[in-house]
């Protein structure tokens, strides 16, 4: 569904004949004043994720890039990096016992996440460095720089020249061996975009004699993620790489097998809700969701915007939600249910474990559980669809339908798993 973004973007690519200009130039340089003929360039260029990005950009396969504090270049190249954690296990770092003003539950903003981080010293055990301290944050210029930046279509490197862009800083940290400079969000997402960390980097590395360190950093369903990069070629900003991911939580969070076992053996099962089946590969995305629900109903474009899916994406997870009872939809409006809200008022482990109740309900999934307890393997699709066919679910009338939903139902699981810290 097209939005008023889309509409302004399709207009200024008419006026202005982008398309030729970049077919002809390999870019286009665009003006704040050309984009404010139509809407607030503030509005029209902030794009955190790739699906964030305009129907006409995506069908073309563009991006924009600021490179001055009234100028942005238009043209085929890679601007985000795949977000993608590789642990699920989980330290705890308590606030202070003297901290009165942050407690586990009034953590709103990024901000007080990474003031929450570094009061408890979740930070510096990330980023190994003695007596850190925060030091820069807030908006600055670029000053003047270039880089080589992936043509999607070429696949060679295209050259950008930087000068006076404004960039902004959500913390950095300066310790005896290293400044951290981090961005900081609140939803997890699949890829980020580079220039949150590349430009800052690029800014900071002849301004101190200190190596720099980046981290992207979220706070999601009480859980502090952290992502470490480096540029392994400081000039080529597609060559970032993870090089550390860690998560930390303020709680006790030790969930053993028992308490798995106790659920699964005990939890009443339900019957098939009228609502589609699951298609929703990340459960923490379905919990994230449910803290965003917190705040009040949303619209569906709302949400479409906010996690960066697509239309139809929007509908899988709101229906997931919907299939464990933890989001209603009213009038085409998707609110918090009031099981979610009363989740959401409970500690961690709590929380986590009537999570687990309310998948283990759905026969499918108790089965699943059961069966990967079992054998202790990862189980297979051909398996759970077999098991699937038995269960009188809602909706699913095709053998690639059962597949799609089959991964959901081992993702599920595998989550499950995860949470067990034995």
């Known amino acids: 569904m097209a939005t008023k973004l889309d509409g302004a973007w399709q207009k200024l690519f008419d006026k202005y004949n982008i398309h030729e200009a970049i077919e002809r130039d390999g870019y286009y340089i665009i003006t704040a004043d050309q984009i404010r003929e139509f809407r607030e360039p503030r509005l029209m260029t902030k794009f955190d994720h790739n699906e964030d990005l305009p129907i006409i950009f995506k069908e073309a396969k563009l991006s924009i890039m600021p490179i001055s ?11 985000f990096s795949e977000l993608k954690e590789t642990t699920f296990e989980v330290d705890s770092f308590p606030l202070p016992g003297y901290i009165e003003s942050i407690t586990a539950d009034s953590i709103t903003s990024e901000a007080i996440a990474l003031n929450c981080s570094y009061l408890t010293g979740m930070f510096a055990d990330f980023i190994g460095d003695d007596e850190i ?3 820069v944050s807030g908006k600055m210029s670029s000053k003047t720089f270039s880089f080589n930046i992936e043509n999607v279509l070429t696949k060679n490197l295209d050259t950008i020249d930087v000068r006076n862009s404004m960039i902004e800083i959500d913390g950095a940290y300066e310790g005896r061996k290293y400044l951290t400079i981090v961005e900081a969000k609140q939803t997890l997402a699949d890829n980020f975009l580079i220039r949150q960390l590349y ?12 190596n720099i360190k980046l981290v992207y950093f979220v706070y999601s369903n009480s859980v502090f993620h952290f992502f470490e990069y480096v540029f392994e070629n400081e000039q080529n900003y597609n060559s970032i790489k993870l090089v550390k991911q860690k998560n930390y939580t303020l ?22 809700p009228e609502v589609p089946f699951p298609q929703a590969d990340s459960f923490n995305r379905v919990i994230n969701m449910c803290e965003y629900f917190s705040s009040g109903e949303k619209e569906k474009q709302d949400i479409t915007v906010e996690y960066s899916f697509t239309g139809r994406q929007t509908d899988y997870y709101t229906n997931a939600g919907r299939y464990l009872g933890l989001y209603e939809n009213e ?17 961690y482990k709590k929380r986590q474990l009537k999570y687990v109740e309310l998948i283990l309900s759905h026969k499918i ?5 059961n069966e990967r307890f079992a054998t202790g393997e990862l189980l297979s699709k051909k398996q759970v669809v077999e098991e699937m066919k038995k269960c009188n679910l809602y909706h699913i009338d095709s053998e690639e339908t059962y597949k799609r939903r089959a991964s959901t139902i081992i993702s599920w699981i595998e989550w499950i798993i995860a949470l067990i810290q034995e």
């Open 251 to 272: 709680e006790d969070l030790t969930i053993t097998t028992q308490d798995v076992l106790d659920i699964l053996n005990s939890v009443k099962i339900v019957d098939e």
């Open 133 to 135: 301290y925060p030091t």
């Open 199 to 210: 430009y800052p980097f690029r800014v900071w590395k002849n301004r101190v004699a200190k």
């Open 365 to 369: 999934f108790n089965w699943a559980l």
């Open 69 to 79: 504090r009234s100028e942005y270049r238009i043209s085929n190249n890679e601007m």
């Open 331 to 347: 009038r085409g409006d998707v609110s918090l249910s009031q099981t979610g809200n009363n989740i959401l008022k409970l500690d």
